[in-house]
Protein backbone atom coordinates (compact mmCIF):
# COMPACT_ATOMS: atom_id res chain seq x y z
CA UNK A 1 0.00 0.00 0.00
CA UNK A 2 1.41 3.09 -0.77
CA UNK A 3 0.31 5.72 1.83
CA UNK A 4 1.30 3.03 4.14
CA UNK A 5 2.01 5.37 7.30
CA UNK A 6 2.80 1.52 9.56
CA UNK A 7 4.03 -1.05 7.34
CA UNK A 8 4.85 -4.95 8.78
CA UNK A 9 6.74 -6.87 5.67
CA UNK A 10 7.05 -10.99 6.09
CA UNK A 11 7.11 -10.13 10.05
CA UNK A 12 7.93 -13.16 11.83
CA UNK A 13 7.16 -13.45 16.13
CA UNK A 14 8.39 -15.83 18.09
CA UNK A 15 8.39 -16.77 21.55
CA UNK A 16 11.81 -19.31 21.68
CA UNK A 17 11.19 -21.61 19.75
CA UNK A 18 7.21 -21.33 19.39
CA UNK A 19 6.15 -19.01 15.99
CA UNK A 20 3.80 -16.61 17.27
CA UNK A 21 2.92 -14.69 14.18
CA UNK A 22 4.00 -16.33 10.72
CA UNK A 23 5.39 -13.31 7.88
CA UNK A 24 2.71 -10.88 8.59
CA UNK A 25 2.32 -8.42 5.89
CA UNK A 26 0.20 -5.36 7.52
CA UNK A 27 -0.65 -1.91 5.98
CA UNK A 28 -1.83 1.11 8.16
CA UNK A 29 -3.02 3.95 6.95
CA UNK A 30 -1.85 7.74 8.81
CA UNK A 31 -4.77 8.72 10.90
CA UNK A 32 -6.45 5.15 10.65
CA UNK A 33 -8.14 3.82 13.88
CA UNK A 34 -8.02 -0.11 13.67
CA UNK A 35 -8.23 -3.19 15.49
CA UNK A 36 -6.72 -6.11 15.98
CA UNK A 37 -9.53 -8.79 16.60
CA UNK A 38 -9.55 -12.25 17.75
CA UNK A 39 -9.53 -14.64 20.37
CA UNK A 40 -7.28 -14.85 23.53
CA UNK A 41 -3.78 -16.51 21.58
CA UNK A 42 -4.31 -15.61 18.04
CA UNK A 43 -0.85 -12.99 18.05
CA UNK A 44 -3.10 -9.85 18.13
CA UNK A 45 -1.00 -8.51 21.24
CA UNK A 46 2.26 -9.91 20.07
CA UNK A 47 2.13 -7.86 16.92
CA UNK A 48 1.25 -4.72 19.10
CA UNK A 49 4.22 -5.77 20.96
CA UNK A 50 6.19 -5.30 18.09
CA UNK A 51 5.03 -2.25 16.55
CA UNK A 52 5.98 -0.52 20.14
CA UNK A 53 9.05 -2.14 20.34
CA UNK A 54 8.57 -4.64 23.34
CA UNK A 55 9.51 -7.89 21.47
CA UNK A 56 12.00 -7.92 18.84
CA UNK A 57 10.83 -9.77 15.35
CA UNK A 58 12.65 -13.17 14.38
CA UNK A 59 12.62 -11.78 10.93
CA UNK A 60 10.78 -9.32 9.00
CA UNK A 61 10.57 -5.23 8.97
CA UNK A 62 8.46 -2.47 10.61
CA UNK A 63 8.70 0.86 8.92
CA UNK A 64 6.82 3.88 10.66
CA UNK A 65 6.49 6.57 8.85
CA UNK A 66 8.71 6.02 6.31
CA UNK A 67 11.32 5.07 8.88
CA UNK A 68 12.36 1.49 9.70
CA UNK A 69 12.13 0.83 13.39
CA UNK A 70 12.83 -2.96 13.21
CA UNK A 71 15.82 -2.52 15.49
CA UNK A 72 15.04 1.13 17.12
CA UNK A 73 14.39 0.97 20.97
CA UNK A 74 10.53 1.58 22.19
CA UNK A 75 11.27 4.80 23.62
CA UNK A 76 12.99 5.91 20.33
CA UNK A 77 9.90 4.66 18.14
CA UNK A 78 7.20 8.00 18.29
CA UNK A 79 4.70 5.35 20.35
CA UNK A 80 2.29 5.95 23.07
CA UNK A 81 1.21 3.02 25.07
CA UNK A 82 -2.29 2.62 27.02
CA UNK A 83 -2.38 -0.95 29.06
CA UNK A 84 -5.41 -2.49 30.11
CA UNK A 85 -4.17 -1.83 33.57
CA UNK A 86 -3.50 1.40 32.96
CA UNK A 87 -0.55 1.57 34.34
CA UNK A 88 -0.80 4.94 36.01
CA UNK A 89 1.58 6.13 39.38
CA UNK A 90 -1.02 5.78 42.20
CA UNK A 91 1.03 8.37 44.40
CA UNK A 92 1.05 10.75 41.60
CA UNK A 93 -2.10 13.41 40.91
CA UNK A 94 -3.84 13.39 37.50
CA UNK A 95 -1.68 16.34 36.05
CA UNK A 96 1.88 14.78 37.20
CA UNK A 97 0.75 11.45 35.85
CA UNK A 98 0.79 13.41 32.47
CA UNK A 99 3.21 15.55 32.95
CA UNK A 100 5.58 12.46 34.22
CA UNK A 101 6.78 11.47 30.29
CA UNK A 102 7.50 15.15 29.55
CA UNK A 103 8.90 15.81 32.53
CA UNK A 104 11.71 12.89 31.36
CA UNK A 105 12.45 15.22 28.16
CA UNK A 106 13.54 17.72 30.32
CA UNK A 107 11.14 20.38 28.76
CA UNK A 108 10.20 23.65 30.29
CA UNK A 109 8.28 23.81 32.95
CA UNK A 110 5.66 26.64 30.67
CA UNK A 111 5.51 23.39 28.06
CA UNK A 112 4.87 20.77 30.43
CA UNK A 113 1.68 22.78 31.95
CA UNK A 114 0.79 23.94 29.16
CA UNK A 115 0.89 20.62 27.12
CA UNK A 116 -0.69 18.92 30.36
CA UNK A 117 -3.42 21.10 31.02
CA UNK A 118 -4.62 20.59 26.79
CA UNK A 119 -4.19 16.73 27.16
CA UNK A 120 -6.53 16.63 30.06
CA UNK A 121 -8.91 19.14 28.72
CA UNK A 122 -8.98 16.86 25.16
CA UNK A 123 -10.46 13.65 27.46
CA UNK A 124 -12.42 15.91 29.56
CA UNK A 125 -10.64 15.90 32.88
CA UNK A 126 -10.49 19.54 33.12
CA UNK A 127 -10.75 20.07 37.32
CA UNK A 128 -9.63 16.56 37.49
CA UNK A 129 -5.80 17.85 37.81
CA UNK A 130 -4.73 16.95 41.92
CA UNK A 131 -7.15 13.80 42.33
CA UNK A 132 -4.90 10.93 42.24
CA UNK A 133 -5.79 7.25 40.57
CA UNK A 134 -7.39 5.91 43.45
CA UNK A 135 -9.57 9.12 43.86
CA UNK A 136 -10.78 8.75 40.24
CA UNK A 137 -13.23 6.09 38.43
CA UNK A 138 -12.36 3.36 36.22
CA UNK A 139 -13.79 5.40 33.10
CA UNK A 140 -11.72 8.79 34.41
CA UNK A 141 -8.94 6.41 35.00
CA UNK A 142 -8.77 5.33 31.45
CA UNK A 143 -9.08 9.01 30.10
CA UNK A 144 -6.31 9.87 32.28
CA UNK A 145 -4.16 6.86 30.72
CA UNK A 146 -5.25 8.33 27.19
CA UNK A 147 -4.12 12.18 28.11
CA UNK A 148 -0.38 10.66 29.44
CA UNK A 149 0.05 8.54 25.83
CA UNK A 150 -1.52 12.14 23.79
CA UNK A 151 0.62 14.61 25.38
CA UNK A 152 3.78 13.18 24.24
CA UNK A 153 2.39 13.96 20.94
CA UNK A 154 2.75 9.78 19.92
CA UNK A 155 2.56 8.92 15.51
CA UNK A 156 1.01 5.98 16.54
CA UNK A 157 -0.82 4.92 19.68
CA UNK A 158 -1.32 1.53 21.02
CA UNK A 159 -4.11 0.34 22.92
CA UNK A 160 -4.21 -3.06 24.47
CA UNK A 161 -7.75 -4.13 25.52
CA UNK A 162 -8.16 -0.73 27.36
CA UNK A 163 -11.77 -0.91 28.00
CA UNK A 164 -11.66 -4.59 29.29
CA UNK A 165 -11.38 -3.70 32.85
CA UNK A 166 -14.68 -0.75 32.40
CA UNK A 167 -18.83 -1.92 32.73
CA UNK A 168 -20.81 -2.35 30.00
CA UNK A 169 -22.01 1.55 30.67
CA UNK A 170 -18.46 2.78 30.43
CA UNK A 171 -17.40 1.09 28.03
CA UNK A 172 -20.16 1.87 25.48
CA UNK A 173 -18.97 5.86 27.01
CA UNK A 174 -15.46 5.40 26.53
CA UNK A 175 -16.04 3.97 22.81
CA UNK A 176 -17.51 7.28 22.08
CA UNK A 177 -14.60 9.15 23.88
CA UNK A 178 -11.96 7.09 22.16
CA UNK A 179 -13.77 7.83 18.54
CA UNK A 180 -13.75 11.35 19.27
CA UNK A 181 -10.61 11.87 20.81
CA UNK A 182 -8.66 9.89 17.68
CA UNK A 183 -10.97 12.20 15.37
CA UNK A 184 -9.79 15.44 17.09
CA UNK A 185 -5.97 14.33 17.05
CA UNK A 186 -6.13 12.57 14.01
CA UNK A 187 -3.28 9.98 15.60
CA UNK A 188 -2.76 6.42 14.40
CA UNK A 189 -4.48 4.19 16.33
CA UNK A 190 -4.13 0.39 17.11
CA UNK A 191 -6.42 -1.14 18.99
CA UNK A 192 -6.20 -4.06 20.73
CA UNK A 193 -9.40 -6.43 21.42
CA UNK A 194 -11.26 -10.21 21.74
CA UNK A 195 -14.78 -8.07 21.45
CA UNK A 196 -16.19 -7.82 18.06
CA UNK A 197 -18.39 -5.46 19.01
CA UNK A 198 -15.76 -2.76 20.38
CA UNK A 199 -13.90 -3.57 17.08
CA UNK A 200 -17.39 -2.98 14.82
CA UNK A 201 -17.77 -0.11 16.73
CA UNK A 202 -14.54 1.62 17.20
CA UNK A 203 -12.57 0.61 14.09
CA UNK A 204 -12.05 1.81 10.65
CA UNK A 205 -10.77 -1.36 9.34
CA UNK A 206 -10.34 -4.66 11.37
CA UNK A 207 -7.62 -7.25 11.31
CA UNK A 208 -9.11 -10.54 11.96
CA UNK A 209 -6.43 -12.73 13.40
CA UNK A 210 -6.40 -16.44 13.67
CA UNK A 211 -3.42 -18.87 14.64
CA UNK A 212 -0.89 -15.61 14.06
CA UNK A 213 -2.22 -14.64 10.16
CA UNK A 214 -4.85 -12.49 8.77
CA UNK A 215 -7.92 -14.48 8.83
CA UNK A 216 -9.73 -11.18 6.95
CA UNK A 217 -9.32 -7.60 6.86
CA UNK A 218 -11.88 -5.32 5.71
CA UNK A 219 -14.33 -2.59 7.13
CA UNK A 220 -16.62 -2.75 9.93
CA UNK A 221 -19.21 -3.72 7.46
CA UNK A 222 -17.69 -6.30 5.57
CA UNK A 223 -16.60 -8.19 8.45
CA UNK A 224 -20.04 -8.42 9.68
CA UNK A 225 -22.09 -8.62 6.35
CA UNK A 226 -19.72 -10.74 4.34
CA UNK A 227 -17.46 -13.01 6.23
CA UNK A 228 -15.13 -15.63 3.82
CA UNK A 229 -14.87 -18.55 6.33
CA UNK A 230 -16.05 -20.00 8.90
CA UNK A 231 -13.80 -18.47 11.55
CA UNK A 232 -14.69 -15.19 10.31
CA UNK A 233 -18.30 -16.01 10.18
CA UNK A 234 -18.56 -17.44 13.39
CA UNK A 235 -16.26 -14.77 15.10
CA UNK A 236 -19.19 -12.24 13.80
CA UNK A 237 -22.04 -13.63 14.78
CA UNK A 238 -23.03 -16.34 12.72
CA UNK A 239 -23.51 -19.08 14.45
CA UNK A 240 -25.16 -21.82 12.83
CA UNK A 241 -22.71 -23.12 10.51
CA UNK A 242 -23.62 -26.19 8.38
CA UNK A 243 -21.86 -28.11 5.51
CA UNK A 244 -23.78 -28.28 2.01
CA UNK A 245 -24.09 -31.65 0.25
CA UNK A 246 -26.12 -30.48 -3.19
CA UNK A 247 -29.82 -29.69 -1.67
CA UNK A 248 -29.13 -30.60 1.81
CA UNK A 249 -27.45 -29.30 4.76
CA UNK A 250 -25.46 -31.70 6.63
CA UNK A 251 -24.81 -32.24 10.71
CA UNK A 252 -24.29 -34.52 13.47
CA UNK A 253 -28.08 -36.18 13.49
CA UNK A 254 -28.36 -36.14 9.81
CA UNK A 255 -29.73 -34.37 6.70
CA UNK A 256 -32.24 -31.63 6.40
CA UNK A 257 -33.58 -30.13 2.60
CA UNK A 258 -32.88 -26.57 1.34
CA UNK A 259 -35.00 -26.67 -1.30
CA UNK A 260 -32.41 -24.90 -3.53
CA UNK A 261 -29.01 -26.19 -4.02
CA UNK A 262 -26.28 -23.58 -2.78
CA UNK A 263 -23.04 -22.53 -4.77
CA UNK A 264 -20.68 -22.68 -2.03
CA UNK A 265 -19.38 -25.55 0.80
CA UNK A 266 -20.88 -24.10 3.55
CA UNK A 267 -23.94 -21.99 4.71
CA UNK A 268 -24.55 -19.91 7.36
CA UNK A 269 -27.25 -18.16 9.54
CA UNK A 270 -27.57 -15.06 12.59
CA UNK A 271 -29.80 -16.43 14.87
CA UNK A 272 -31.93 -13.45 13.89
CA UNK A 273 -31.76 -15.13 10.20
CA UNK A 274 -33.82 -17.90 11.24
CA UNK A 275 -37.50 -18.31 11.03
CA UNK A 276 -39.12 -19.88 14.41
CA UNK A 277 -42.87 -20.27 14.91
CA UNK A 278 -43.33 -21.23 11.40
CA UNK A 279 -41.21 -23.11 8.68
CA UNK A 280 -40.71 -26.83 7.19
CA UNK A 281 -38.77 -27.85 9.72
CA UNK A 282 -39.26 -29.00 13.25
CA UNK A 283 -36.92 -29.29 16.81
CA UNK A 284 -36.87 -29.37 20.20
CA UNK A 285 -36.20 -26.61 22.41
CA UNK A 286 -33.38 -27.35 24.77
CA UNK A 287 -32.61 -23.36 25.87
CA UNK A 288 -34.90 -20.26 26.13
CA UNK A 289 -33.63 -16.78 27.59
CA UNK A 290 -35.13 -13.11 27.58
CA UNK A 291 -32.71 -10.71 25.75
CA UNK A 292 -34.54 -7.83 25.69
CA UNK A 293 -36.11 -7.00 22.91
CA UNK A 294 -36.27 -10.67 21.07
CA UNK A 295 -35.95 -14.03 23.15
CA UNK A 296 -33.44 -16.22 22.45
CA UNK A 297 -33.54 -20.38 21.67
CA UNK A 298 -31.45 -22.94 21.43
CA UNK A 299 -33.41 -26.05 18.91
CA UNK A 300 -31.73 -29.27 19.13
CA UNK A 301 -32.48 -30.61 15.09
CA UNK A 302 -31.44 -33.08 12.75
CA UNK A 303 -28.73 -31.63 11.74
CA UNK A 304 -27.70 -29.84 15.41
CA UNK A 305 -28.31 -27.01 17.83
CA UNK A 306 -29.75 -24.50 16.04
CA UNK A 307 -29.30 -20.93 17.70
CA UNK A 308 -32.29 -18.39 16.80
CA UNK A 309 -33.74 -15.23 18.03
CA UNK A 310 -37.49 -14.62 18.47
CA UNK A 311 -39.25 -11.10 18.74
CA UNK A 312 -40.55 -11.02 22.46
CA UNK A 313 -44.43 -10.81 20.90
CA UNK A 314 -44.36 -13.96 19.68
CA UNK A 315 -45.72 -16.62 22.39
CA UNK A 316 -42.65 -18.06 24.23
CA UNK A 317 -42.15 -21.95 23.63
CA UNK A 318 -41.14 -23.55 26.71
CA UNK A 319 -37.95 -25.72 27.12
CA UNK A 320 -38.57 -29.73 25.86
CA UNK A 321 -41.63 -28.14 23.54
CA UNK A 322 -40.99 -28.73 19.54
CA UNK A 323 -40.82 -25.36 17.44
CA UNK A 324 -40.95 -25.12 14.22
CA UNK A 325 -38.51 -22.96 12.29
CA UNK A 326 -36.93 -22.20 8.64
CA UNK A 327 -33.70 -21.22 7.77
CA UNK A 328 -34.10 -18.79 4.72
CA UNK A 329 -32.33 -18.63 1.73
CA UNK A 330 -31.99 -14.71 1.51
CA UNK A 331 -30.43 -14.85 5.12
CA UNK A 332 -27.54 -17.37 4.45
CA UNK A 333 -24.10 -16.24 3.88
CA UNK A 334 -22.00 -18.72 1.63
CA UNK A 335 -19.09 -19.85 3.02
CA UNK A 336 -15.90 -21.35 1.66
CA UNK A 337 -14.31 -25.19 2.78
Not at 43 to 71: E, N, Q, Y
Not at 137 to 152: F, I
Not at 193 to 205: F, G, I, K, S, V
Request: hydrophobic share 40%; charged share 20%.
Amino acid sequence: MSDAFVQLSDLTLSYGKSVAVPALDLSIRKGELIALLGPSGCGKTTTMRAIAGLLAPTSGRIHIDGRDVTKVPANKRGIGLVFQSYALFPHLSAFENVAFGLRLQKLPETEIRSRTEEGLATVGLTGFETRKPAEMSGGQQQRLALARSLVMRPKVLLLDEPLSNLDARLRLEMRTELQRVQKETGVTMVFVTHDQAEALALADRIVLMKQGKIEQLGTPSDLYAHPETAFAADFMGFENIFSVDGDRLTGTHGELALGYRPDSALLAWRPDGVTVGHGPHQGQVIASSFAGAHREYVIDSQIGQIKANAAISLPEVPIGERLAFDLPQDSARPLSA
